[in-house]
């Protein structure tokens, strides 16, 4: 081996040590160098080395005199006896840094561009409308900013651009990438109307967490094809267009955060494969529709912060497979239904303000649930014990039965790991137990709110506590109320008197 050769094998090594890798046969490494390979295009490599490399980089591989086709950004490259071009680019979470250069326009074979979790910063180019054989593009997760390219490549099937800095709106060409069958736009502030898609080949539509304002396109329900419709986090108003139910492949639709009103339409009910269904925080009225009991493959339902009414578990009794449930801030009516029960696949409970008309019932029966995690019953017109099983469900790790009628005492000791607990204004009584608000044992901070109930002894257990998290105000019988707070005056009087 030559004094030449032997510094360019070293080069290539330092190379391979510093980011700037080289895609080889395992062969190479420690043998004979790879067959030769017909060279780029000129403009391909200016573009290729703009793209990925910086100018320090650049000049070390026209040392080498390396083929570029054996980086590791580069995928594939499709070679004959006489020519070569970049078809694939691949750098994920890589170290780039630098604004994506005009040159890449010149890459004209490329059929994948993936660029995601790098730095990228700047606009992105208008020379991608040059790429006509772009089937899949990957730009998320960088800082990108500006307005979005008119892109208009007919072979385009995958379109990536979520958590960048785009703004302005989409562009109306983006309606004429008629094989685009994945489009995310989620995660940045892109503004105006909604574009309304018509593409037959679309399944997946990402536009959550922009600036767009307007209604929601009624074009969308000749979206055939469409199984996600994702268009939360924004300002869209008015109603729901009815036209959404004719999405009979839909498995997943995200409204949350905007403010549609009205009433939903009894028309999604025949969204029979819809798994995941998110309505919260918007101003929907009325009713559940009846026609939701059809929702059989339900896993997920979050509807909190709106102003739905009526009996729920007419409908929801129904989703035996949901795993989820959140009806928050809603105004529903009681009792429960015994069907409720039937839900064994639950995971997280959270309702509250329970409309009832100044009845109180029962605790409804929760034992088949064995796997929930997380449960709110709060301010529902509860009354009697809590029972038992709730302290002894493995999983669960939040409760909030606050602003009931619950009496009687908890339990002097749980088999749970029970980390949130709020029990605010019932009718508790007896003794706190120790363990509710003592950390001596405990293995993670224990946030715990049992104020305004008839516990004989919060006074005793609050000084002896040694969790700052612990609100064990007690129930306002004057005596108790005068007691504590004398106490909790005297106690701020020291402190601040320290200070």
Known sequence: MGLIQFHKLLLLFLLLTTNCVFQTSSNWANGPEPPSMPPLPKEEEAAVKALLLSKAQQKLYNSLSAHLCHDKAIRSCNCSTTSCHV????????????????????????????????????????????????????LSDNSLSGNLPALQMKSLQYMDLRENKLDGPVPKSF????????????????????????????????LGSNCFTGQIPREYGALQSLRSLYIHRNSLNGS??????????????????????????????????????????NYFVGELPLSFKHLTNLTEFYAQGNSLSGKVTKVIAHWTKLEQLLLIGNNFEG??????????????????????RGRAYDFPDLSPMTSLEALTLRNCSLRGHIPRYIWELQHLFYLDLSFNELSGEVPKSIRTSLTYIFLRQNKLNVSLPGWLVNRKNATSRQYV?????????????????????????PGCSKNQCDRYCHHKCKSLNRRFTKL
């Open 335 to 356: 009792p429960w239904s015994k069907e409720i029960s039937s839900m064994k696949s639950l995971i997280q409970l959270q309702l509250s303000n329970v409309v009832t």
């Open 240 to 281: 729901i267009p009815q036209e959404l139910g004719e999405l009979s492949n839909l498995v997943a639709l995200g409204m949350i955060d905007n403010r549609l009103s009205g009433h939903i339409p009894r028309q999604l009910g025949k969204l029979t494969q819809l798994q995941f269904l998110s309505l919260s925080n």
């Open 87 to 138: 078809t694939e680019i691949y750098l994920s979470e890589g170290y780039l840094s630098r604004r994506i250069p005009q040159q890449v326009g010149n890459l004209t074979h490329l059929t994948r561009l993936v660029l995601s979790g790098n730095k990228l910063h700047g606009s992105i180019p208008t020379s991608l409308l040059n790429l006509q054989s772009l089937s899949h593009l990957d």
């Open 449 to 473: 709110d049992v104020s305004e109930n008839f516990f004989t002894n919060t006074t005793s257990v609050s000084n002896a506590s040694s969790n700052p998290d612990v609100n064990t105000f």
């Open 175 to 206: 309606l004429n990438l008629q094989s685009l069958y994945y489009l995310d736009l989620s995660e940045n502030s892109l503004s105006e109307y909604l574009p309304a898609f018509r593409m037959k080949s679309l399944k997946y539509i990402n």
